[in-house]
């Protein structure tokens, strides 16, 4: 368990390690814990290291003693000899100062003081606590290692240590106890002099341990929970990263990511022993494992992550077409500068390489200098400053074609180079750098839309940031009906059979009401293809809902279940003659939405009032098949074909009195339906003859952890804002989802389960002939084993049905408690698009419907 600088500064803090050490000892766990030092004390060392004058330098060593009697007096403990030892140890160095030792060493053996004294305040505060606690010398275990181009400097003060397991040292430790504290950041060299570990040194150190003793986990406390998709301190948005292999982690901490330095992983590789990264001030948080188990089976995008300060060199040569040794000759000039190149991409006559400024010292006259050794042999030209956008994934090359929508954002910017690493981790494109700072929330956002970055992954992905550290309000989801009182009577549902739906009537009315509750609306139908049962269209009708109906089957079905005062609307798509001819003999009112019917069967509408579809030009939604709008979408009467509708309507006698919009389905954006409403309202003043404007459905119910809900209030102001500039017209809607869709859930029971490579298969009774939503829009479905609720989960499942399909999977990756046979499953969110798409395919039991009131 490695600490840091902060972590260890205060007697709270610490009380706070002994907790979490105290835990995991609790697991049966022995624990080495790794420390920094006091934060500010490594710059105080640093300070101490520079005065020439002894006088000076005594001085700063009494201060930073200081701080540490300062500590110990909060912690009620005498001076221990361990600390008392270091402290007498760092005056005698100040007293001296470098003359005997060398500049370097002597720094590398005062700086080595900040975790020496941590490290020594730290066991005895510990082994107080109650628990005893080993210290130990980090120098002892971790050896550097000499590598090749390393000068005094890099060898003492950033050095690498090779660290392969060692059950010699295992086997020392667990005979002389349980807990042991040692510093990082600090290490020894083959001469024994003191070495320090360079950026990074103190998570460094801890891996090494890990990978020393094999250990079952490194765990790095810090300031924060794990990986995020993107930096949160840009994209607010961004979600905690759960998993990670080591590969995926090193390119998100090599390309941007602050928190884990990128050479902490490559110790832990081999030996196999996985990284946790946890937030000291809420261990509660899951945080981000990263491990050596490959996902392969379902890519995506894991984060995107921007470097700044990032140089560009472009080198044209004419001759450089089959010249042999011209890349060798380039690159040489990179070594002797010693600068370190990052990126490349080459061209018959030109190679574009970047500069990171986190490898390289870069200054403008370290470029210019190598730029006017580059123009001996090539056209040089130096592009700064520019920023290096990275998304990171495992399989990126099997991405593409998710990611058309960046590429198009890509498309409107200056890129000066892009590149796709070699190990299929990462793609890059190199851009001015004035233009990351808004491009990365947009495209992130736009990762997500498009599927690249799968959040809808609950075993990959957390919460956001916003969710864990933000104000966090309205993201805290209300405890389901299903969770709390109707468990019980849902398992008794279920024990007597399955595969059911059952229906919540109360959520219905809850949800009728709250949208009862805009005032700019006029009239509110309820689109009944969402959810047909007719305790449902009764109870909605006493609520006062119309009914918006898209065939002749579904008007005769509400026509049945409710009064005839409840209005009706009929809004069919590409319905035959006799539809119309059918609907026009009853209380509905039509619709139409293509200049066909009134073309072919005018007769038939002579006389009549009639609304009309318009396609505004685009389409919304959760999905690609939801969208109702747009050229790819059949729906509706584009904009140029009013003219000749109105012409025609004219010539038949038919009058235009609503005109209706509805451009797809699960939109959580209040502005929407102003946009819409303000389209139709100014269409319809060119029109003359329009009484009501139908805005559509298509309200979205929050489905994946931490979405917002539609502020209703919200959309109110936006719809009244509207109806102001047109009061003359009267606002209809009809949404079907939002009424439905929490109300039920679909009940099934375990059957089988499979385990296969790394996946774990889990069978339930029924599969997509009950509900086909995963399959066809990729939908994401809450699913709890009901049973066992209040389990601890034990794996990660794939939850599939008996259909003989392989789309026939309800849920990927989901976390649940170990299942057995029978226990009964609930699949949430299953009352709006379940039963009423559910098939009879492979000749299956069709779900039975059950209403709860
Ligand atoms: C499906 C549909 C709706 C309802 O959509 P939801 O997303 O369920 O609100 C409304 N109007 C029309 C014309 C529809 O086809």
């Known amino acids: 368990m490695k600490f840091g600088g902060t972590s260890v500064a205060t007697l709270p803090r610490w009380q706070n390690i002994q907790e979490l050490v105290a835990s995991r000892r609790a697991e049966g766990a022995r624990v080495l814990v790794v420390v920094s030092a006091l934060s500010g004390i490594t710059d105080a060392l640093k300070h101490l ?32 000899d361990t600390l008392a030892a270091r402290l007498g140890d760092l005056a005698r160095l100040a007293e001296e100062g470098p003359a005997a030792m060398g500049e370097l060493a002597w720094a590398a053996k005062v700086q080595a003081h900040g975790e020496l004294l941590s490290s020594a305040l730290g066991a005895s505060f510990l082994t107080h606590s109650g628990l005893p606690t080993q210290w130990l010398d980090a120098r002892e275990c971790l050896a550097a290692v000499a590598l090749p181009n390393q000068n005094e400097r890099s060898k003492l003060l950033s050095a690498m240590v090779e660290a392969k397991p060692d059950p010699a040292l295992s086997a020392r430790l667990g005979a002389l106890g349980e807990v042991f504290i040692t510093q990082g950041f600090i290490a020894r060299e083959a001469q024994g002099r003191t070495v320090l570990l360079g950026r990074g040194g103190s998570d460094t150190s801890a891996s090494y341990f890990g990978a020393l003793l094999k250990a079952l986990r490194v765990e790095i406390w810090t300031d924060v929970a794990g990986m995020f998709t993107a930096n949160p301190r840009q994209v607010a948005g961004a979600r905690l990263l759960q998993r990670l292999d080591y590969e995926e982690a090193q390119e998100i901490a090599s390309t941007g990511a602050k928190v884990l330095h990128p050479r902490c992983l490559s110790p832990l590789r081999e030996p196999r022993v996985p990284l946790l990264i946890k937030d000291t001030n809420r261990p509660e948080l899951d945080g981000t494992v990263i491990g050596p188990e490959v996902r392969e089976h379902a890519p995506s995008v894991k984060a995107i992550s921007a470097r700044k300060g990032i140089t560009l060199v472009s080198m044209e040569s004419v001759g450089m077409w089959q010249q042999v040794g011209f890349l060798a000759d380039v690159f040489t000039q990179f070594k002797q500068h010693g600068l370190s190149v990052d990126l490349i991409s080459s061209a018959e006559t030109n190679v574009t390489v970047s500069l990171d400024p986190t490898e390289n010292l870069l200054d403008s006259d370290a470029i210019a200098a190598l730029a006017s050794d580059l123009a001996k042999v090539c056209r040089v030209k130096v592009i700064a400053p520019c920023a290096a956008v990275t998304l990171v994934g495992r399989g990126m090359r099997s991405m593409l074609h998710t990611l058309s929508g960046v590429l198009a954002e890509f498309g409107q910017l200056r890129v000066h180079l892009i590149s796709q690493s070699s190990n299929n981790l990462n793609l890059t ?24 970055l799968r959040t809808d992954d609950s075993a990959l992905f957390g919460p956001s940031w916003q969710a864990l550290y933000g104000s966090g309000e309205a993201l805290v989801p209300e405890a389901a009906w299903w969770r709390t009182e109707r468990r019980q009577q849902l398992l008794a549902l279920g024990a007597q059979a399955t595969p059911r739906y059952v229906y919540h009537l109360p959520t219905v009315r809850h949800q009728a009401r709250e949208l009862k509750t805009l005032a700019a609306v006029d009239r509110l139908h309820y689109a009944v293809k969402a959810n047909t049962h007719p305790d449902i269209l009764r109870a909605l009708a006493e609520e006062g809902f119309g009914f918006e109906c898209v065939s002749p089957g579904e008007l005769k079905a ?16 590409f319905a035959p003659r006799e539809d119309y001819a059918w609907a026009l003999n009853t209380r509905a009112t039509v619709s139409l939405d293509s200049l066909y019917p009134m073309a072919h069967w005018g007769e038939l509408f002579r006389g009549r009032e009639i609304v009309l579809r318009i396609d505004l030009g685009r389409g919304l939604g959760h999905h690609e098949k939801v969208r109702t709008g747009g050229s790819g979408s059949k729906f509706g009467l584009p904009v140029e074909s009013i003219d000749a509708f109105l012409k025609l309507a004219d010539a038949h006698g038919v009058i235009v009195r609503g005109l209706h919009a509805h451009l797809g389905s699960g939109i959580l954006d209040e502005a929407h339906w102003g946009e819409v409403y303000s389209q139709l309202a100014s269409l319809a003043e060119r029109i003359g003859s329009v009484a009501f404007i139908d805005i559509g459905g298509g309200l979205g119910v929050p489905s994946h952890p931490g979405e917002a809900r539609l502020d209703i209030a919200a959309l109110d102001r936006v719809l009244r804002e509207v109806k102001a500039a047109y009061p003359h017209y009267k606002l209809w809607m009809e949404p079907g989802r939002y009424l439905v869709a929490d109300a039920g859930v679909l009940l099934a029971r375990v059957t089988q389960q499979k385990g296969k490579g790394a996946l774990r298969y889990l069978g339930i009774d029924t599969g997509m002939n009950s509900l086909i939503r995963p399959a066809l829009y990729e939908a994401w479905h809450e699913i709890v084993n009901l049973t066992r609720l209040d389990e601890p989960v034990t794996g990660l499942f794939q939850i599939v049905g008996p259909i003989c399909e392989s789309g026939d999977v309800l849920g990927t990756d989901r976390r649940l408690p170990e299942p057995q046979e029978g226990d009964v499953m609930l699949i949430a969110q299953a009352g709006a698009y379940g039963k009423v798409m559910s098939s009879e395919y492979n000749m299956r039991d069709a779900a039975e419907e059950i209403i709860i009131d």
């Open 49 to 80: 290291c520079a005065q020439g004058d002894q006088g000076k330098r005594m001085e700063a060593a009494k201060a930073i003693t200081q701080r540490h009697y300062e500590l110990l007096e909060h912690m009620q403990l005498a001076l221990p």
């Open 429 to 452: 494109f190199v851009v001015d750098e004035n233009v990351v700072d808004e491009l990365l929330p947009h495209l992130h956002d736009l990762l997500i839309a498009a599927g690249a």
């Open 558 to 573: 509400v026509m049945a279940a409710v009064p005839e005062s409840a209005p009706l609307l009929f809004t069919p798509n």
